[in-house]
Nanobody, 125 residues
Framework: QVQLVESGGGLVQAGGSLKLSCVSSGRIFATYVMGWFRQAPGKEREFVAAISQSGSGTFYSDSVKGRFTISRDNAKNTVYLQMNSLNPEDAAVYYC??????????????????WGQGTQVIVSS
């Protein structure tokens, strides 16, 4: 079973940037659709971004579109989330996730098969 390990979280001032990374174990990383989710205290987990196996297709939530960029390097078994113009509402634990199948819009609520343990992002105002 694939294992996912996130890193790159931390404390950043509002308006700043962070880049999250998620490394996958195993040899079949390139067969997974990868996603990023986040969960703030007292709130439900929400979709942030997803990327197709080749990296040619992406989806973003409206709240991060234009500020966040998801990318992947299949040679390094790694997916990234570049986060710019951070604001306090972006503070959360960020999780990466993997799923089989095609990239579909998040409105279809696709099931993800594996999850990382999360990395915390704190944004000071």
């Amino acid at each position: 079973q694939v294992q996912l390990v996130e890193s790159g979280g931390g404390l950043v001032q509002a308006g700043g940037s962070l880049k999250l990374s998620c490394v996958s174990s195993g040899r079949i990383f390139a067969t997974y659709v990868m996603g990023w989710f986040r969960q703030a205290p007292g709130k439900e987990r929400e979709f942030v971004a997803a990327i197709s196996q080749s990296g040619s297709g992406t989806f973003y939530s409206d709240s991060v579109k234009g500020r966040f960029t998801i990318s992947r390097d299949n040679a390094k078994n790694t997916v990234y989330l570049q986060m710019n113009s951070l604001n306090p509402e972006d503070a959360a634990v960020y999780y990466c996730a993997a799923r089989f199948g095609a990239l579909v819009p998040p409105t279809q609520n696709p099931t993800y098969n594996a999850w990382g343990q999360g990395t915390q992002v704190i944004v000071s105002s």
